[in-house]
């Protein structure tokens, strides 16, 4: 779909304005939430590692924590000294970062093969998928940098053995797969192992399995993983870290959940990311075209591209937790493979006079749900909330007024669209759910609790059901690992489950909420 030389000189003034949209798209009241329980588990064993000074053995409350390897939380341990706070901002500022060079690279890997065009729309698609633009950018969360690196060693994959360059195939590889197992685990190896497999029978190189390069990048990863092991068995020789890498990846599948789940998981997945890559996911309509797949095949690195995801999605379409986060590496290659299509099509194709009315139909429902929520929900910020309202109503109104009447930038129309939306939500959702949150509450709560014990030594009672949240929040304010203990002595302060009964000489200072089913606690002295 080319653009006319009288329409094409705007086209600069699209992408200026997607640019420009996209720094407070992602970044107005990034840390205006409190955190979330995977959020707060990377921030806490951070901080432990910062309080205890051991960057070998992560923890929580002082006891091993082997669910992920350290390399996340060096990372964010990390931006806590060059920023020094540890501040919700700076706990989601690298996710915030990799999803930002995550579409740096696909319009890097991508554009050799195809166009400056596609290549933009597919970065810029993948970041405006409703899931991560919506929700994991704003989260610090460890996959969207997981991802990133899947990612990239899918593309250096494919260029190195199109060069036919194994030696650098390999080591580069291994090294990413080094990096990026130490970040998640066992992932990265099912990743490594599938693709390196699928890549070598692509090139018609699957030889190239047996000979010494492969040996070598298997050996940086040894090397380097081992490394890390190594160090982590000497400090702690009885540890069952291996079992609990292994429990952590294999406790989504069906040795967890049995056939019957999994198997209704097959009919369950699709729609679901379906919803959750609206409203680019739409674009699926054009694998009724009947000359898709021929077009891909025609061009060698989709077609790479598209086998790659075709191999990898099975390990999550049988998996029945997964989370729409554990696939963010096979996004970009479904929404390169659709948008590169589109741009194929003329505007008289007969899907994609399908396609537009079902973009349109989709943001007028959205309007209409979001004009109901508004008027049916009493905000904090009235006046500023309406304000907000009518100005977003008004350009989206007009956005897609200018969506159907100009067919040449629709694709950038929606971008800007999207974005629009995305700093509205900023400005009005954010600061609606800060004001009303429980989550908000609670962290004020631990925050007291902190004050209240500043100048003396706080533990957590055994079998305490407190969330990571709580214990972030009091562990951050007071700069103090919050350990765990069966013994109670003069002097110091303790945290309770309120149902516990009541010891001799304990008096009551503090009852608190934690998010974990809001369950009633209390912090206690004993006289």
């Known amino acids: 779909m080319e653009m006319t030389k009288s329409t094409s000189k705007y086209y600069p003034i699209y992408i200026a304005i997607i640019l420009l949209l996209l720094i407070p798209a992602l970044f107005i009241n990034l840390g205006l939430l409190p955190l979330i329980a995977d959020e707060a588990t990377r921030a806490l064993v951070s901080l432990e590692m910062e309080l205890s000074g051991n960057l070998i053995t992560p923890t929580i409350n002082g006891e091993y924590y082997f669910n992920k390897p350290p390399l996340y939380n060096w990372i964010l341990l990390s931006f806590f000294q060059l920023s020094g706070n540890h501040s919700e901002w700076i706990i989601r500022l690298p996710a915030l970062i990799s999803l930002l060079l995550f579409g740096l690279i696909i319009y890097l890997s991508i554009v050799k093969y195809t166009d400056k065009r596609v290549a933009f729309i597919s970065a810029l698609a993948f970041i405006t998928s409703g899931r991560i633009l919506f929700y994991d950018s704003m989260l610090g969360l460890i996959d969207l940098s997981f991802s990133l690196l899947i990612f990239l060693n899918f593309i250096l994959i494919y260029h190195f ?149 075709l191999v990898n999605i099975p390990v999550y379409w049988i998996s029945v937790e997964s989370y729409p986060r554990y696939l ?17 099509l003329k505007n008289t194709d007969k899907l994609m006079k399908l396609f537009w009315p079902g973009v349109i139909i989709l943001f007028v429902i959205s309007l209409l749900v979001g004009s109901w929520f508004f008027f049916n929900h009493d905000f904090n910020t009235q006046n500023k909330s309406t304000l907000i309202f009518y100005i977003v109503l008004a350009l989206s109104l007009l956005g897609m007024f200018i969506l159907w009447k100009q067919s040449d930038f629709r694709l950038e129309i929606l971008i800007i669209l999207l974005l629009i939306i995305r700093i509205s939500f900023n400005l009005v ?62 002097g110091d302060y303790y945290i309770f489950d309120a149902r516990d009964p009541i010891r001799e000489k304990e008096r009551i200072i503090y009852s608190f909420e934690t998010r974990w089913n809001n369950k009633k606690l209390r912090l206690s002295e004993f006289e």
Not at 450 to 475: C, F, G, M, R, W
């Open 161 to 309: 053995a199109k060069k036919g360059n194994y030696w650098i195939l390999f080591m580069l590889s291994y090294l990413v797969v080094s990096v990026t197992f130490l970040m998640k685990g066992l992932p990265a190896i099912v990743f490594q192992f599938i693709t390196i497999i699928t890549a070598l029978v692509f090139f018609k190189d699957w030889k190239k399995l047996f000979r010494i390069p492969h040996f070598i990048g298997i050996a940086i990863f040894l090397i380097i993983v081992g490394g890390y092991y190594l160090l982590l068995w000497k400090e702690n020789p009885d540890s069952n870290y291996f079992q609990t890498l292994l429990t952590e990846s294999t406790k989504r599948t069906f040795m967890e959940y049995g056939w019957w789940k999994t198997f209704t998981h097959l009919f369950t997945f699709p729609p679901e990311q379906f919803y959750h890559l609206l409203p680019w996911s739409l674009l699926l309509i054009f694998l009724f075209k009947k000359d898709f797949y021929k077009k891909i095949k025609e061009n060698h690195f989709l077609n790479f591209l598209a086998i790659v995801f």
């Open 328 to 344: 963010f590496m096979l996004y970009p290659i479904l929404l390169i493979l659709l948008i590169n299509h589109y741009y194929s």
């Open 429 to 490: 959702i954010l600061p609606e759910r800060e004001s009303k949150s429980d989550t908000c509450i609670q962290k004020n709560q631990a925050i007291e609790i902190s004050k209240i014990t500043a100048n003396s030594e706080v533990l957590l009672h055994y079998n305490t059901p407190i969330s990571v949240e709580t214990v972030y929040y009091i562990s951050s304010e007071r700069m103090d690992i919050l350990e765990k203990t069966n013994n109670e002595k003069e």
